[in-house]
């Protein structure tokens, strides 16, 4: 980008009663965040230079690389840069087809051509506040600057917080919980709670995640999640618009799952999971058995809990315990070597330590009492 076109700066602001400069940048882009056409960005450099021809302030209006950069010259003590910028957005509101976001991003006042050329710079190279901020307030810069500045973190807890509520199906708990985070995000500007742009893109994108892998879990495929999510925080304009896209979806998910009736083809489909694993416990795991049934492992587990009201794993450690015994009691001419590899275990040592945690004897001990009592 190079201010003023090569212009010379006095040759623009030549008024020496003014001792104020100021820069406006604005940024336009479709609600995918796609950059406008040049009819568009022609449109509302025209708009934007009829606007201020109007409001009598010396200026230049130019645009770079898709972004349009209002160079004002000012007094700040009779002049309202604020105002200005609510009319510059309610002018490019009107020019612009509806749904569309357009953020503008104004300067404190500046005193000199460095500070504008090095103000212009910044703001050009920070534009990602709005995506994550939102449309709904012009930014001012020494906002952005302060964020830019700070090492504050973001709740740290939040992904592993959320995460759990959904791992143990407390959706109303993770609805509310992000609907809060929403709120504050919708009154972070406002309040100057400062965090830095990569801080808050790394905040959105864990809970991006969390709602991916939840949905997936339940297998339910569902077309929000395979939008970026630069697209999804200009779609529903920042932050705050997106952690509350998320809560709705819980709560549509929920108000589903809690008036609807437990299907027979679930029941019918667990019988089949429990026919397989006692047949094939030698072999059988959980991402074996998922992929089996066409399933992630997640569902499986969720699908199997809700039938059977026990956790897959242990079903399967207490069915090869249960075949243990039978082994041991009924087949003399089958060593114990051989009996743990029908089991499925990877080694007899292993099998030996976890039957006599399980049972207090070795699988030998108890071979021996069993021969005693028939004995």
């Known amino acids: 980008m190079t201010p003023f076109s090569n212009k010379k700066f006095n040759d623009i602001f030549f008024d020496p009663a003014f001792q104020d400069y100021c820069v406006i940048l604005i940024e336009h882009r479709d609600r995918s965040g796609g950059v406008p056409d040049e009819k568009t960005l022609a449109q509302i450099l025209t708009g934007c230079n009829a606007m201020l021809d109007a409001s009598y302030v010396s200026h230049f209006v130019e645009e ?33 087809p509806e749904g569309n976001r357009t ?13 504008v050329v090095s103000e212009s710079f910044f703001m050009a190279r920070t534009t990602g506040y709005g995506m994550l901020l939102g449309s709904s307030a012009p930014l001012r810069t020494s906002y952005i600057h302060t964020c830019e500045e700070s090492p504050a973190p973001l709740d740290r807890d939040f992904f592993t917080k959320l995460f759990s509520d959904l791992s ?53 495929n569902t077309a929000f999640y395979e939008n970026d999510i630069q697209t999804l925080l200009y779609k529903h304009n920042g932050c705050s618009g997106l952690l509350l896209a998320f809560s709705e979806q819980l709560k549509e998910y929920d108000d589903a799952s809690t008036h609807a ?32 049934f066409g399933v992630t492992p997640e569902y499986l587990c969720r699908l199997f809990k809700q039938n059977t009201g026990m956790n897959y794993s242990k079903f399967i450690r207490d069915k090869r315990f249960e075949k243990a015994l039978e082994l041991l009691g009924g087949n003399e001419k089958m060593s114990v070597a051989a009996i743990s590899a029908t089991l499925g275990y990877k080694s007899q040592s292993y099998f030996q330590n976890i039957f006599k945690k399980e049972f207090g004897i070795t699988p030998e001990a108890y071979r021996r009492s069993i021969r005693m009592k028939q004995m």
């Open 64 to 96: 770079h690389d898709h972004l349009i950069f209002c160079y004002l010259n000012y007094d700040s003590r009779t002049f309202s840069i604020r105002a200005l910028v609510g009319s510059l957005k309610q002018t490019i509101f009107n020019i612009v």
């Open 103 to 115: 953020v503008v991003f104004y300067s404190d006042p500046l005193r000199d051509e460095t500070s």
């Open 168 to 220: 143990d199906h407390e959706l109303k708990k993770a609805s509310e919980y992000l609907a809060e985070e929403a709120e504050f995000f919708r009154d972070a500007y406002r309040s100057n709670a400062y965090y830095t742009c990569s801080e808050m893109l790394h905040y959105i994108s864990s809970a991006f995640f969390a709602m991916k892998h939840f949905f997936d879990s339940v297998n339910l």
């Open 261 to 292: 009736v437990s299907p027979l083809k679930d029941r019918e489909r667990t019988s089949e999971i429990i026919n397989y694993v006692v047949e094939n416990l030698a072999t059988t795991n959980l991402n074996e058995t998922a992929s089996y």
